[in-house]
Each structure stands twice: as C-alpha cells, then as structure tokens.
C-alpha cells in the first residue's frame, strides 16, 4: 500500500510539473488532435484503396484542416469546418488545371497568396479559410495533381474533411470549457511550484542561494506567462462574461501576490533590499545574505515552516482542500494580516509574514472563484481574519464591473492585414522567380517560407529572426531527413507511423520554439518524399537552398514595401506601456486618496498585455546575433526596468482595490500628490517618445516618505496607508525616473537640458526615503537606489568592457 501512494504521489507530481509547463495542455491536445485526425484519414483512405500519392496529399489536407480552425464556439468551429471544405475543393481543383500554364498559375497564386493574407481582417474565419485556400493549392503543387486526377482529390478531401470533424467533435473534441480548466489547474500548479521554490529559497545554504534565486526567477515568469494565457483564453472558455472577469480578477491577485512575496523573502535573507530586477532580470546582482541575531533564528525557521504551509495551501486548490485542517491552516496564515499576530522580528522579516499573509489571502480568493458557493460549506471553522477576508473578496464581486475600450483599427494602407497582404505577395512574386532559376518543379518551397515567416509577425526584425530560425531548423531538419529515409526504406506504413509521430512533435514544440518546428517539418518531408518515391539527397539539399531564397524574399519584401522598421514598432509599443502604467498609477493613487472605485486589475492586466507585445517586438533587438551590442542592452534594460515598474504598478492596484472593504487599508488624501508627480514623468516620457516639445521636466524632489510628513511618519504608519505602498511609491517613482536615461529625457536638477546620468536616477533625499518602517541605523535613505544602481551597471559591463552610453532604440543605426 505504501508503495502504491508513493507511486501514486510521484505520478501526481510528474503530472502537476508537466501541465505547468504545458498550461491548459494546449500543445498536448493540439498534436494528438491532428495526430488524430492524420491517422484517421489514413485508416479510412487505405481501407477505400487509394493511391499513396493521394493518401499524402489527404495527411497534409488533414493537418491544414484542424490547425487552420481556431474558432471560439463550438459551432462556429462547425461553421468554419463546413465551408473549408468547398473551399479547399476549389483550390486544388484550380491548382490541378492551372498547373500546366505556368504563367496563368503564377499569377494566380500571388493572387491567392494576397486574399488569403488579407483574409485575416475578418478574424477567425477569415484566416482559417485563407489558409486552406493557399495550403491546397501547395499540395497540388506538392503532388503533381491533374485534372485526370480531381474526383480521387475531391473524394479524398471529403473523408479527411469528415475524420477531422469526428476527431475535432468527437474523439479530442477542442472545447473552450475544457481548456479553461485545464488552464486553471496549470495555474494552480504554477502558483504551488513557485511557493515551493520560495521555500526552498529559504532552506538553502549560502552556496546554494544563487541557484535557488535562479528558479526563483523562472517560477515567477512561468507563472506570469500562465497569467496571460488564460487571460486570453477566458473569453474562449466561457460565454458568462462575469464568471471571466471574476476569474481574472482573482488570478491577477495570486499572481501579485505571489510575485510580492518572492521580493519580501529576498529582502528577509539579504543584508540590503532588494529590487524587483534582482527578479526579472537574469544578470542582475543579488544583494549580500543577511547577517541574522541569533534569537531570529526561531522566527526565521517558522518564517521557512508558513511558506511550506502555504504551499500545501495552493497545492490542495482543487483536490481535497475542504476539511479541518486545511481551514486551520488558511486561518493560522491569515492572522498574518493583523499587525497584532506578527512575531517580533526585523522589519524584512515581518513583512515576510505580511506576504504570507496576503498569499494566504490571494489564494482563498482564488479558491472562491474556482470552487464557487461550494467553498462555504466549511465556513465554519473560520476565524474572525479568515471570515473578514471572506466579506472583503465577496464586496470586491459585487461592486465593480469592467468597462471595455473600443479599440480604433487603422484603415487603409496603415491596416496591418493590407500591409502585409501586401507584402507577402510582392516576396512571394521575387520566391516564384529565383525559385524557378533553382527548380522548375519545386519553386513553390520559395513560396511557403515566404508565406509562414510572415505569419504573426509585425516588423522587419521579427521577419528577419523567423527566417533564420526556420533556415537553421531546416538544416538540421534535412539531416534527420536524411537518416530517417535511409532508415525506412521502402517500408510505407512505417514511414507514415514515423510521419505522425514527426506531427505531433511538430505541433508539440511550435509554441515553444519556432527553429525545433522548422526541424520536425523538414524531416517529416524527407519521409513524404520516400512515400511518394522522389526522395534523394539533392532534394532535401534544394528544400535548404528554396528555404534560404524564401527567407530572403521575405526580409527584401518587408524592407522595400510599406516597412515597419523594428525601432518605430517598439516605440509605438513603449508608448502604449507608459500610457497605460500612467493611467494605472493615477486610478491607483486616486482610489488610495479616497477617490471612487475603479476595476484597477482590469486597467493592470491591459498593462500587462502590452508590455507582453513590447517584449515581443523587441526580441529581435536582443536576439543573441544582433550585430548591434549596445542597442541589445539597452532593449535589456528598458524591458527589464519596465517589468519591474509594472509589479510595482499591479501591487499598487491590487492594494489600492481593497481600500473601499479593508479595515486594515485605509484612504490617504495626501497620496493624490504622489500620483500626480508620477503622472507627471511618465507624460514627459511619452512626450520624448514622441518627440514633441517636452512639458516639463522629470521630477525628482524628495521621496515618497517625505512627501507624506506633515503628522509624522508613525501617524502614516497607523491610521493611513500600509508599509508596502509606500515601498512601492517610492520604488515606481525611483523606476520611472530611471527611464530618463535610455529615453533621454530631462531631469530636473541636472542642469535644465541635460539628460539622466549615466549613473542611473538620483538616490531619494530625506529622513524617509525608503520606508518610514525602517529603522534609522538602516540608512535605508542612502541605500533605497542601490540594487537598481548596481544592475546597470553591471548591465553596462555585460557584453564586453564599453562604458559608451546607453541611446534610445529608436536613434540607434541612424
């Protein structure tokens, strides 16, 4: 029996680190579907007796049909499926008699190449059917099909058409519901196995510590990016608008909360505080362990024995977590958010208990919104802290409700589904030609690359990065191409085995790295080529050359017609970051001063969104290869100051949302000045960004602390605002001034038009620049800036030993 829980606890816990890792088991339930569907549509047409050349082209037909379909509802999906059928018949009944007029077919498929682009303004949809469009139009080419031909085509796309509907509907059916509750769980396992490395955080040795901050660092980003998948895929997996707002609400909050408690027990184990980079960037110093007196040892090992709880906490979300135990737990961490209940310790310390506390707190109401009414049933055995953040998380339900934005989509030219129709074709017209000088018969490889490097893309970089990440895994593709056909012989079912065993990894792996993707498609082409008996080495060695050339008239294509240059693309993308934290940090301070209510977690998690779209707009500028080093910093750096401005601002939201309902949070009327001068800077940053007259200059003046004294910083302390407002203020203010720098902003205090110094913001003057809460022989004043001060300058080591100044993106290469 004991070998049987072990077993069962070790397959448990595989399960739980596999599906973090595969959040919602998208990947996983995308390649077994088209697997599926593949092997399906093979089954049936061998069974009717249809020729290899045809079942080829009914595997390719199969996969383009279930991937092609990302419809939300289930009927739509019906919809969508249902008219890509006859759309898929006219394509390659048009390729079939276009193929012999070489002129006529060319034009056409530049024709095609441009409506089914352009088809993307249209959704879903629209896309789904421009991609069977041009893909059966390729697998006639692919096959060599003939009008002789057309009725065994048309028969063959007609059962794979139905094998996919009964795989999609049936077998491995893609319904949102489902993946939303797969997504959840993936949060839960997320939210458990960052605790867990918290815990192991404070368990470790000094040697061990910078291993331990290194997971702390990809739990937290693992965590963060399972975040933004099920914000988008809320809206997918229900159609009850409440239930998605509530859900994101509550997993905003875990996640702030979380992240939050990862900085407080860096500080509890470091001699100094430290930054949010020490977080969220990979090469940022960590600060000296701390020194402890040895009556906190006690205190520290409880400290290490409530994250262990907290963990269990999380990890019980949707199992066993009802019952006695598991309410004297969540009571015991609760009571951390009572000042009353903290153990005497450093002030690092106590506010280490603090965030167990609001992690506690977060996940009881994360709880609440995935069990529901459910969750009440044990209610009884709540404490007085535990029954108020109850009424707390039900107030927050009730009272707040989002309003969305209309966006406002461009139009004409600056359309982005016509910019790139129009580029696709012009690159795809340069493949047809060089790719005809390389082979009159597979040209059309040219074409393909030329097609999918455009796909999600949105600037030259990111083209240019696609393409070379699809050449190198080609290459190595070829390679196995090679292997894997001298291997198979002449065996056909083995070869067909082997092909969707090379889909499904091809599926498995897209999400992850598009280069392992280009890998899995070229070998699975090598075996297609021996099933259709074409293959040889000077094939796979031509689909290289054809990959290359396409590459290439992909990048001309983008530079020549209507180009989005890198540079302007991430400044555009900055623009709305800033726009969207000031609108944050002002809703915040306002709400904080007392002002009406806002959905502020719904403002942050549109914050969130964008600085996802800069990051990935701006990975071709940090891309290992870019030739230009300092420009990589400096793209670095502005993410990573960012990303720590951004936890600062979610903190600020998720605190500021609790003032209306918190007996512990109450309204400051003096934080409304504090809001305007942060306001204030980021306006003169975007106005640089811009490039317009600049308003003003940054603001540096006293810190927060200092801003606030007027009844004394004990007075701040008890009746006002919490600690970490404060901290947060101060560390937002200290992250926006740093700004400056990159963007070349003017600071005040510098001399009217000089910009920030290389040397990073000024450190805060005052008695109170850090924390009011800290103790004066701290020097926490003198010391607040450091980390931050530290991490660049490391960051201008990074690289090579150039001290040469840190430009905006934008004026780089001009």
Same mark, same amino acid.
């Given at each position: 029996?004991?070998?049987?829980?072990?077993?069962?606890?070790?397959?448990?816990?595989?399960?739980?680190?596999?599906?973090?890792?595969?959040?919602?088991?998208?990947?996983?339930?995308?390649?077994?579907?088209?697997?599926?569907?593949?092997?399906?549509?093979?089954?049936?047409?061998?069974?009717?007796?249809?020729?290899?050349?045809?079942?080829?082209?009914?595997?390719?037909?199969?996969?383009?049909?279930?991937?092609?379909?990302?419809?939300?509802?289930?009927?739509?999906?019906?919809?969508?499926?249902?008219?890509?059928?006859?759309?898929?018949?006219?394509?390659?009944?048009?390729?079939?008699?276009?193929?012999?007029?070489?002129?006529?077919?060319?034009?056409?498929?530049?024709?095609?190449?441009?409506?089914?682009?352009?088809?993307?303004?249209?959704?879903?949809?629209?896309?789904?059917?421009?991609?069977?469009?041009?893909?059966?139009?390729?697998?006639?080419?692919?096959?060599?099909?003939?009008?002789?031909?057309?009725?065994?085509?048309?028969?063959?796309?007609?059962?794979?058409?139905?094998?996919?509907?009964?795989?999609?509907?049936?077998?491995?059916?893609?319904?949102?519901?489902?993946?939303?509750?797969?997504?959840?769980?993936?949060?839960?396992?997320?939210?458990?196995?960052?605790?867990?490395?918290?815990?192991?955080?404070?368990?470790?040795?000094?040697?061990?510590?910078?291993?331990?901050?290194?997971?702390?660092?990809?739990?937290?980003?693992?965590?963060?990016?399972?975040?933004?998948?099920?914000?988008?895929?809320?809206?997918?997996?229900?159609?009850?608008?409440?239930?998605?707002? #509530?859900?994101?609400?509550?997993?905003a909050e875990a996640e702030i909360a979380a992240e939050r408690l990862g900085i407080l027990l860096l500080n509890a184990r470091s001699d100094?505080?430290?930054?949010?980079?020490?977080?969220?960037?990979?090469?940022?110093?960590?600060?000296?362990?701390?020194?402890?007196?040895?009556?906190?040892?006690?205190?520290?090992?409880?400290?290490?024995?409530?994250?262990?709880?907290?963990?269990?906490?999380?990890?019980?979300?949707?199992?066993?977590?009802?019952?006695?135990?598991?309410?004297?737990?969540?009571?015991?961490?609760?009571?951390?958010?009572?000042?009353?209940?903290?153990?005497?310790?450093?002030?690092?310390?106590?506010?280490?208990?603090?965030?167990?506390?609001?992690?506690?707190?977060?996940?009881?109401?994360?709880?609440?919104?995935?069990?529901?009414?459910?969750?009440?049933?044990?209610?009884?055995?709540?404490?007085?802290?535990?029954?108020?953040?109850?009424?707390?998380?039900?107030?927050?339900?009730?009272?707040?409700?989002?309003?969305?934005?209309?966006?406002?989509?461009?139009?004409?030219?600056?359309?982005?589904?016509?910019?790139?129709?129009?580029?696709?074709?012009?690159?795809?017209?340069?493949?047809?030609?060089?790719?005809?000088?390389?082979?009159?018969?597979?040209?059309?490889?040219?074409?393909?690359?030329?097609?999918?490097?455009?796909?999600?893309?949105?600037?030259?970089?990111?083209?240019?990065?696609?393409?070379?990440?699809?050449?190198?895994?080609?290459?190595?593709?070829?390679?196995?191409?090679?292997?894997?056909?001298?291997?198979?012989?002449?065996?056909?079912?083995?070869?067909?085995?082997?092909?969707?065993?090379?889909?499904?990894?091809?599926?498995?792996?897209?999400?992850?790295?598009?280069?392992?993707?280009?890998?899995?498609?070229?070998?699975?082409?090598?075996?297609?080529?021996?099933?259709?008996?074409?293959?040889?080495?000077?094939?796979?060695?031509?689909?290289?050359?054809?990959?290359?050339?396409?590459?290439?008239?992909?990048?001309?294509?983008?530079?020549?017609?209507?180009?989005?240059?890198?540079?302007?693309?991430?400044?555009?993308? #900055?623009?709305?970051?800033?726009?969207?934290?000031?609108?944050?940090?002002?809703?915040?301070?306002?709400q904080l001063s007392g002002g009406p209510a806002a959905d502020l977690l719904e403002m942050a998690r549109a914050l969130d969104t964008a600085?996802?779209?800069?990051?990935?707009?701006?990975?071709?500028?940090?891309?290992?290869?870019?030739?230009?080093?300092?420009?990589?910093?400096?793209?670095?750096?502005?993410?990573?100051?960012?990303?720590?401005?951004?936890?600062?601002?979610?903190?600020?939201?998720?605190?500021?949302?609790?003032?209306?309902?918190?007996?512990?949070?109450?309204?400051?009327?003096?934080?409304?000045?504090?809001?305007?001068?942060?306001?204030?800077?980021?306006?003169?940053?975007?106005?640089?960004?811009?490039?317009?007259?600049?308003?003003?200059?940054?603001?540096?003046?006293?810190?927060?602390?200092?801003?606030?004294?007027?009844?004394?910083?004990?007075?701040?302390?008890?009746?006002?605002?919490?600690?970490?407002?404060?901290?947060?203020?101060?560390?937002?203010?200290?992250?926006?001034?740093?700004?400056?720098?990159?963007?070349?902003?003017?600071?005040?205090?510098?001399?009217?038009?000089?910009?920030?110094?290389?040397?990073?913001?000024?450190?805060?003057?005052?008695?109170?620049?850090?924390?009011?809460?800290?103790?004066?022989?701290?020097?926490?004043?003198?010391?607040?800036?450091?980390?931050?001060?530290?991490?660049?300058?490391?960051?201008?080591?990074?690289?090579?030993?150039?001290?040469?100044?840190?430009?905006?993106?934008?004026?780089?290469?001009?």
């Amino acid at each position: 029996m004991t070998g049987t829980t072990a077993v069962r606890r070790t397959l448990s816990a595989f399960w739980d680190r596999y599906s973090a890792s595969d959040p919602g088991l998208l990947r996983l339930m995308a390649g077994l579907r088209t697997v599926g569907s593949i092997g399906t549509a093979l089954l049936v047409l061998s069974l009717v007796g249809t020729s290899v050349s045809q079942m080829v082209a009914g595997a390719i037909a199969a996969m383009v049909s279930t991937f092609a379909i990302g419809d939300r509802a289930v009927r739509d999906q019906a919809v969508t499926l249902a008219l890509g059928l006859p759309t898929a018949l006219a394509s390659i009944s048009l390729g079939a008699l276009l193929n012999p007029h070489i002129v006529a077919g060319d034009i056409f498929f530049i024709l095609l190449i441009f409506g089914a682009a352009y088809a993307r303004r249209f959704g879903q949809r629209g896309t789904a059917l421009g991609i069977i469009g041009f893909q059966l139009y390729f697998v006639a080419l692919f096959v060599h099909a003939t009008v002789s031909m057309l009725p065994s085509l048309c028969l063959t796309l007609t059962i794979v058409f139905a094998c996919s509907a009964v795989m999609r509907f049936a077998i491995v059916p893609a319904r949102p519901e489902g993946a939303l509750t797969r997504l959840r769980q993936a949060f839960r396992a997320r939210i458990a196995q960052l605790f867990a490395a918290q815990f192991d955080f404070l368990d470790a040795e000094p040697d061990e510590r910078e291993g331990a901050v290194a997971d702390l660092r990809r739990d937290t980003a693992r965590l963060h990016e399972t975040a933004l998948m099920i914000q988008a895929g809320l809206d997918e997996g229900t159609t009850d608008e409440g239930t998605a707002e #509530l859900l994101q609400r509550r997993i905003a909050e875990a996640e702030i909360a979380a992240e939050r408690l990862g900085i407080l027990l860096l500080n509890a184990r470091s001699d100094e505080r430290a930054d949010t980079l020490t977080l969220h960037l990979p090469d940022a110093p960590l600060p000296a362990p701390a020194r402890r007196a040895a009556d906190e040892d006690d205190t520290v090992a409880l400290l290490r024995k409530e994250v262990r709880a907290l963990h269990l906490l999380a990890a019980r979300l949707e199992t066993d977590g009802q019952g006695a135990g598991v309410a004297q737990v969540r009571n015991r961490l609760l009571a951390y958010r009572d000042e009353e209940n903290l153990p005497r310790a450093s002030p690092a310390v106590q506010d280490a208990f603090r965030g167990v506390g609001e992690a506690a707190r977060a996940v009881l109401g994360l709880r609440l919104a995935l069990a529901g009414p459910a969750d009440h049933s044990d209610d009884s055995d709540d404490s007085l802290e535990t029954s108020r953040s109850r009424e707390e998380l039900e107030a927050e339900d009730v009272s707040l409700a989002g309003e969305a934005e209309a966006a406002q989509e461009p139009t004409g030219l600056r359309r982005r589904t016509t910019r790139a129709a129009l580029q696709v074709a012009v690159g795809s017209a340069l493949a047809i030609v060089g790719g005809e000088f390389l082979s009159a018969q597979r040209w059309y490889w040219a074409v393909l690359t030329c097609w999918v490097v455009f796909l999600n893309t949105s600037s030259t970089g990111e083209i240019l990065v696609k393409g070379y990440r699809r050449l190198i895994g080609t290459v190595c593709g070829v390679v196995a191409g090679v292997l894997l056909a001298g291997a198979v012989g002449k065996h056909t079912w083995t070869a067909f085995a082997l092909v969707l065993a090379l889909v499904f990894m091809m599926f498995f792996t897209a999400p992850v790295s598009y280069a392992l993707m280009s890998f899995f498609v070229t070998a699975m082409l090598g075996l297609l080529y021996t099933l259709l008996h074409t293959y040889s080495l000077s094939v796979l060695v031509l689909r290289i050359e054809e990959t290359a050339l396409g590459a290439a008239c992909g990048v001309i294509a983008a530079v020549l017609v209507l180009p989005v240059r890198t540079d302007l693309r991430t400044d555009q993308q #900055l623009r709305t970051v800033l726009t969207r934290m000031r609108d944050v940090t002002a809703a915040a301070a306002e709400q904080l001063s007392g002002g009406p209510a806002a959905d502020l977690l719904e403002m942050a998690r549109a914050l969130d969104t964008a600085l996802d779209d800069l990051r990935r707009s701006a990975s071709p500028l940090t891309h290992p290869f870019t030739p230009l080093r300092v420009r990589r910093r400096t793209a670095r750096y502005l993410v990573a100051l960012l990303e720590a401005s951004a936890y600062h601002v979610r903190s600020l939201a998720a605190t500021a949302e609790l003032v209306p309902y918190s007996r512990n949070v109450a309204a400051d009327p003096r934080l409304e000045a504090v809001g305007r001068r942060i306001s204030h800077n980021i306006d003169v940053l975007i106005a640089r960004i811009d490039e317009q007259e600049l308003p003003d200059e940054i603001l540096t003046g006293p810190s927060i602390a200092s801003m606030l004294e007027g009844s004394g910083s004990s007075a701040v302390r008890s009746q006002s605002v919490t600690i970490r407002v404060l901290r947060h203020l101060q560390r937002l203010d200290e992250g926006v001034v740093a700004l400056a720098r990159p963007l070349r902003a003017p600071v005040a205090g510098s001399g009217g038009s000089s910009y920030a110094t290389p040397t990073g913001p000024s450190p805060p003057t005052g008695p109170d620049a850090t924390d009011p809460h800290d103790q004066a022989t701290q020097n926490g004043h003198q010391r607040a800036n450091r980390p931050l001060e530290m991490a660049l300058s490391h960051l201008l080591r990074a690289g090579g030993r150039s001290r040469r100044p840190i430009w905006p993106i934008r004026h780089i290469g001009r």
